[in-house]
């Protein structure tokens, strides 16, 4: 068993920025037509795609080698029934829903004879996964591509049916009409006796968004009532003929060896299956208390490492900073020294982030099944090629070999990029060929063997002038990554740099990435900049920006909040923040409530402004846009994990706080609709600015500065 | 395989053998396929898990199969009647009331065992009898919503 490389986890975020390798088009089209039926089907070929689009630019100065080029196909069929294959995945964020409806919307069909297809490996195109906010940007062009030469393909059967020329037709409602000689014809007969499949031209016109009629609507989730049954099969759901349970045995902190093993007693278990490879061991057994009890009674001794702790991560994160030598982690420009001598206000400041967990309420699961030395494996995951890819090169396989499949997902946000799972299940499966193996990680395995958003140390210099205008900017990020890392604020001395530290705890993506370490610091560090010049915080921004679409979402945010609010209680406050990432822009205002006296902070109200250009679906947008605020109270306010020597200690729900509804304020989100602008993705950036807004409001009710996430407020006013 | 249990799930008699202190929850999903009951935490914090046991919310996790036997269990699967949805079921689909989904049987029967001993809560009285239920990806305005129109709704019928 080669020892597995895991290169994204080498250095957060790094992985995101990886071209993927573009192999396309593995399911050859007989292949296709086999699996589908007869019918039409259309492919955008990566090839085409990437001559066609560039990537829609993040902010950073690192993003050039973001993946533009993902491929997506279509299928007519015999039936009228269209469907869509993409490789992204659906985690709650409901892309099905807003996938469906950009086909239906240029396609000219009812939303209703509308499927998607997504994450599997066998049937969609190759995809290098479902994060950094790309499904809306990338997925919905090119579903718009395929449907408007499908519907081309369509028209032009159609006039060669009727003899008439393919512009006086036209494809409405499933149907091509011609007005002329009120003939109709649906797709359906259309396609009917026609099997071919063509590849979309270079160049595809679609419609602008101010064309829509499907698009742009608040559409329910298109499979909602399988959730409110019951009846929707997560990967944990899933019970296939023959199924065993597996279970793995977990050293006793990280990076521990296996010593010593013994499995004489275990093995004399009936229907127990024991696998003992290098470190890992596991067992499966008809039901998990029986595989349970397997690996009880393993004698198994590891040896232990001392590992740092949650105490001293900040001074190591500051001391074991690798020079950094690459341009790509910096960015300079005019003279951080000189704007600082011309400064009327300097301000230095160190801002802390903890490490925190995603805490999906669906746990890390798959299922895996081994039939004539072929695997298939059923997981949630927001990347199931490269999963693929891992599994086939662990078990020596070639790609064919390996399906990935992955059910609609109990979420992720950014959490489950990596195999884990699906390996595990994979190799106990192997000792079980024919027989399917579902392993379904603990909350407790949960919490510790997945990975963590991770820390980060910041530190910010800066001045402005006595008009209140920023003269220097200083940043430096250790660890937690550049994600959101450059500042939007107008200013002629920046310099902002990334420093790499070796990996503590294995760490990953995370819902903003390092967009929210960074905004905390940014605009913590601008509201002390704003209070030290005797500036309201909202008009220093406005006089510091020159993004008009930024001023636009603070603008819609202080009307609604009613910016600037005279304080009408004692420990009353109010902050805001504000921010700008892959390709959206966000503003969030906070009131919150102290109670000195009863040591207790309460956060009362939040109100945030949110754009993403073109919206496609308001009613998914919102569910994500509010959904990112209270998730984002979490990290604001108490979620930070606690290790000591290689071992999580708050490995519960009952010891890792996570928000729950007595937690959640008033909530209020404003979604500007910019029908002119391309449509951005909207999963990350409303998070962003969720924990400096609350912290900026606390220094407005206290005139404590909080410079830690989380902000744990009750312990400043205790101490 | 332990001694056989009578368990009664949404009105239907399932002999089982199980340990007598396997949860409930292992059962009614490993053995009776009753997967609509979510496994999120298996320590009773999260409330993925809940059932009604003799018309009350219960976390399936926490309560051994042999404590459950002869009572009457109702999992989401149980609700729908003649093709109709629970006007709880019913008014989660229409508030749009989830993202991922995962917490949602478990809010529904958590919110029906509300509503069945108090016919229209307050705001509080939904958080408060919610609090125990984790939704991580923040959808809990629309739950409060959606409990609040089936609320509304089932007065209606009386």
Redesign the interface.
């Known amino acids: 068993m080669p020892k597995l490389v895991e290169p994204n986890l080498l250095e957060p975020e790094r992985y995101e920025f990886f071209a993927m390798p573009m192999h396309q088009f593995e399911l050859a089209r007989r292949d296709f037509f086999k699996l589908l039926g007869a019918g039409i089907a259309v492919f955008a070929i990566a090839k085409d795609v990437m001559a066609q689009e560039t990537a829609p630019s993040t902010k950073g100065f690192h993003n050039e080698d973001l993946p533009a080029a993902i491929g997506a196909w279509l299928h007519i069929g015999e039936d009228g029934i269209v469907t869509g294959f993409t490789g992204k995945a659906e985690i709650g964020q409901n892309i099905r829903t807003e996938l469906s409806q950009t086909i239906a919307d240029e396609l000219g069909v009812p939303f209703e004879n509308v499927r998607m297809v997504t994450a599997d490996t066998s049937l969609c195109p190759f995809d290098a996964g479902t994060f950094g906010s790309r499904t809306t940007p990338t997925m919905t062009p090119q579903f718009r591509k395929v449907s408007a030469a499908a519907r081309g393909v369509l028209l032009e059967l159609a006039a060669k049916q009727w003899n008439t020329p393919s512009d006086k037709l036209v494809a409405v409602n499933g149907k091509i009409t011609d007005h002329a000689s009120n003939r109709t014809c649906s797709y359906a007969e259309l396609v009917r006796g026609n099997s071919f499949a063509e590849s979309i031209p270079a160049k595809v016109a679609y419609k602008p968004a101010a064309e829509w009629t499907v698009a742009g609507k608040p559409i329910p989730k298109v499979d909602a009532r399988e959730f409110v049954t019951g009846k929707h099969q997560y990967t944990t759901d899933m019970r296939p003929d023959k199924m065993l349970y597996g279970k793995v045995l977990r050293p006793p902190s990280f990076g521990a060896t296996l010593v010593s093993y013994d499995d004489s007693a275990a093995k004399s278990m009936p229907d127990v299956t024991l696998v003992h490879d290098g470190d890992f061991v596991g067992a499966t057994a008809p039901t998990t208390e029986f595989a349970d009890a397997a690996l009880k009674a393993v004698r198994v001794q590891w040896k232990e490492t001392p590992q740092i702790s949650n105490a001293e991560i900040f001074s190591y994160l500051k001391q074991n900073a690798k020079p950094s030598t690459e341009d790509r982690f910096r960015d300079k420009k005019g003279s951080v020294p000189d704007g600082m001598a011309a400064a009327a206000h300097k301000i230095e400041a160190t801002y802390n982030v903890a490490y925190i967990a995603h805490a999906p309420l669906e746990p890390r699961a798959a299922v895996a099944h081994w039939v004539d030395g072929k695997l298939t494996v059923w997981m949630g995951t927001q990347r199931p090629f490269a999963v693929r890819d891992e599994l086939a090169n662990v078990f020596h396989l070639t790609e064919k070999d390996v399906r990935v499949i992955v059910p609609d997902t109990g979420s992720a946000y950014g959490g489950k990029h990596t195999s884990d799972a699906g390996l595990e299940a994979a190799r106990l499966a192997r000792a079980t060929p024919g027989q399917p193996v579902k392993l379904v990680w603990t909350r407790q395995e949960e919490f510790t063997w997945a990975y963590f958003r991770p820390a980060g140390v910041i530190e910010v210099k800066s001045g402005v002038d006595a008009a209140g205008k920023l003269t220097a900017w200083e940043f430096h990020n250790y660890h937690s990554g550049m994600s959101g890392i450059e500042t939007p604020y107008d200013v002629a001395n920046v310099h902002t740099e990334y420093h790499q530290v070796p990996l503590v705890l294995r760490s990953g993506s995370y819902r903003g990435l390092a967009a929210t370490a960074n905004h905390f610091a940014r605009e913590t560090h601008m509201d002390t900049l704003a209070a030290t010049a005797q500036m309201d915080p909202l008009e220093f921004r406005m006089k510091n920006l020159s993004d008009d679409r930024m001023k636009a979402v603070l603008e819609a945010g202080a009307k609604s909040f009613g910016w600037p609010r005279k304080k009408t209680a004692e420990g009353q406050g109010f902050g805001v923040a504000c921010g700008s990432e892959k390709g959206s822009y966000v503003a969030t205002f906070a009131e919150v409530s102290v109670d000195r006296k009863a040591g207790t902070v309460r956060v009362v109200k939040l109100v945030e402004a949110f754009e993403c250009g073109a919206i496609v679906n308001p009613d998914g947008l919102r569910n994500q846009v509010v959904g990112a605020m209270i998730q984002g109270l979490g990290g604001a306010l108490f979620e930070a994990i606690e290790f000591d020597h290689g071992k999580i200690k708050n490995d519960h729900f009952a010891s890792y706080r996570l928000p729950r509804f007595k937690d959640v304020p008033e909530i209020e989100a404003i979604l500007i609709d910019r029908k002119d602008i391309a449509s951005a993705g909207a999963g990350e950036t409303p998070i962003m600015a969720v924990a400096p807004a609350i912290g900026n409001a606390f220094f407005n009710a206290t005139q404590v500065r909080l410079t830690n996430l989380p902000l744990q407020p009750e312990r400043s006013l205790n101490s | 395989m332990g001694q056989t249990i009578d368990l009664e799930v949404n009105g239907k008699r399932y002999p089982v053998r199980y340990?007598p202190d396997?949860p409930l929850l292992?059962v009614l999903?490993?053995e009776l396929?009753?997967?609509?009951?979510?496994?999120?935490?298996?320590?009773g914090?999260?409330g993925?898990c809940t059932v009604l046991v003799n018309g009350t919310a219960r976390r399936s996790c926490q309560i051994p199969v042999s404590a459950a036997a002869g009572k009457p269990i109702t999992?989401?699967?149980g609700?729908?009647k003649n093709g109709a949805?629970h006007p709880v079921?019913?008014a989660?689909?229409d508030e749009?009331a989830?993202?991922?989904?995962?917490?949602?049987?478990g809010m529904?029967m958590s919110s029906i065992s509300l509503l069945q001993s108090n016919h229209n809560p307050s705001n509080e009285q939904?958080?408060q009898s919610?609090?125990g239920?984790?939704?991580?990806?923040?959808?809990?305005?629309?739950i409060?919503a959606a409990v609040r129109k089936a609320a509304a709704k089932m007065q209606e019928r009386g």
């Open positions: 340990s396997t292992y999903r490993d396929g009753f997967t609509g009951t979510k496994y999120g935490c298996g320590e914090m999260c993925a999992t989401v699967e609700l729908e949805l079921q019913q989660f689909l749009g989830f993202q991922c989904a995962y917490c949602t049987s529904i939904i958080v919610l609090q239920n984790l939704c991580r990806c923040g959808t809990h305005p629309r409060i």
